[in-house]
């Protein structure tokens, strides 16, 4: 996910152009949140980070243990 400051909002599309150069495969965009999701290869993340007026959020994943196991 892809979150855009308050001050670059009036930006969006600019920075949707930026995003999509570097790789980022838009799937939504929420301008009234300024929020954009999508995907890119991990590797290119830096280069994201780049582009200003936005914090880039890395997806989370988290693995529960079994249902047999000891710690639940």
Same mark, same amino acid.
């Given at each position: 996910?892809?979150?855009?400051?308050?001050?670059?909002?009036?930006?969006?599309?600019?920075?949707?152009?930026?995003? $999509?150069?570097?790789?980022? #495969?838009?799937? *939504?965009?929420? +301008?009234?949140?300024?929020? &954009?999701?999508?995907?890119?290869?991990?590797?290119?993340?830096?280069?994201?980070?780049?582009?200003?007026?936005? $914090?880039?959020?890395?997806? #989370?994943?988290? *693995?529960?243990? +079994?249902?047999?196991?000891? &710690?639940?």
């Amino acid at each position: 996910s892809i979150a855009v400051d308050d001050a670059h909002l009036d930006r969006l599309e600019e920075i949707l152009q930026a995003l $999509q150069a570097q790789g980022f #495969q838009v799937t *939504q965009t929420l +301008p009234t949140l300024g929020v &954009i999701t999508g995907a890119i290869e991990e590797n290119q993340l830096t280069a994201l980070s780049q582009i200003p007026g936005i $914090q880039v959020e890395k997806e #989370q994943t988290y *693995q529960l243990p +079994p249902p047999g196991s000891a &710690i639940q």
